[in-house]
């Protein structure tokens, strides 16, 4: 025994640490921002169901095809007709399209957020160097691009036509870059909200349920109260400024607010008439406080997740 | 046919927690805005139809009825516990029925019953055009709540796909196809409620014997196949 244990120990302390040969990883540490933006690519492939099972593939793409479909058959018509003008204005296309683009949020948000909650990863991401602030912008910006993906995509269809078929060059040309600042707006506030409810339901039908809900509903609510402020502004009520505030209250009304203030943009509130400038400024404000806040709101809800 | 426990489970899976706050939450803003618009624009008999026809029987009883009809089966087979409910000594067909009554009856009460209650502020009955909604409400959840119910069991993207039918086929599909809306419960129940209002304020695409027919005739046919599907039921893990 003596022999065995030159270290000179108690009686009875059979304690000892062997090295066994593991070795200590000395590679190169690749550090927070690459893993999130690892976290931000693998999101937004997500977003598209690329790297996952062909039944998640199967709704997005459906969707980008929905979303493009309409654009390439406009084109195809401008270009067949020797039509002046594309029959959809680049910034209208996206409103004419909502119900596409609220559904594609609904069912991506949760995909990109609840999954996580409900499987408990969201603890190991947080044991890796990222921090709360990086997962939420991964995610943030995630979705925000797959969005801008979904709703700049059909633009690029209808601009690459309107050059095809010799329409004005600089007219489009400033009609897609207002169309591409309106779609990147509305990319941004659609997945802040989209986000913002998904994460706070770990099961991911009820978030999908949750997200349309407020998509649809306030659409909904906003345009029949806007409809009937119409109807009343006809008949000598003098409600008509009373159309572009109640405008405020939903996601879509609040980009075709923007759009028709500052944009260019013709409005698609009953009556035509979108707000004023000053009422404008509203609306950007708004549509900025928005965004900002369901970032905020994000930011509250990953300080403390399911530990 | 009808099983109280499994009864009670499902509607503590419907109403517990969060669930009921969106299903409350829904109907609270119908109300809402009910008030406003009878403040604001007066007692309009035109006003209150196209309220509750565009925002009550159009958005709001189809998303009621995709969250309860998913919502009653959904979960449990997303989850794997269903296992537990279905090795019990209770027939599928018969869970399925319970389900199924839950899911009507919830529907029906955050659906149907905000509608009556919106009917009477905006107008308050004028021409029965508060009842006429409401009983298309009513016969809408039935028809709504087996269809999705049967899609919860035979898709994990259940809620997904009662979306895509309710507002992509009913709304844009229905507003820009005509045979569209033959084929949607939406007018299905509005031709019942034309029925009961009698007046003009409240039309449909679709004639009173084909609604009903074929209202009948998905309800029973979801119910079975739903029946069906759920005793060859296979338990996937998450994709």
Redesign the interface.
Known sequence: MAVEHPVATQAGDQTRIHNIGYRTYDGPRLGRSYATRSLYSQSLRGAYGLGRSVKSKVLPMLLFVVMCVPAAIMVAVAVATKANDLPVDYTRYAIVMQAVISLYVASQAPQSVSRDLRFKTVPLYFSRPIETADYVRAKFAALASALFILTAAPLIVLYVGALLAKLDFADQTKGFAQGLVSVALLSLLFAGIGLVIASFTPRRGFGIAAVIAVMTISYGAVSTLQAIADAQSINGGGSADAIAWIGLFSPVTLIDGVQSAFLGASSAFPGGVGPSNGEGVVYVLVTLGLIAASYGLLMRRYKKVGL | MYDPTVARLTYRALLGR??AL?LGA?PL?LII?SV??RF??GADDQ?AS??LG??AL???VP?IG??AG??AI??EI?DGSVVYLLSKPVKRPTIIFTKLIVAIAVTMVFSALPTFIAGFILNGNGQQIAVAYTVAALVASIAYAAIFLLLGTVS?????FG??YA??WE??FGSLVEGARTLSVQQWSLAVAQKVAGGDMVTSDVALPTATVLLAVVTVLATWYAGQKLRSLTLAG??
């Open positions: 969060r669930r969106i829904l803003l805005i406003l618009v604001l624009a006003t196209d309220l565009g925002l159009a958005t709001m998303i995709v969250i998913t919502g959904g979960p997303d994990r993207h259940a809620v997904v979306l895509v507002l992509v709304a844009l998450e994709e």
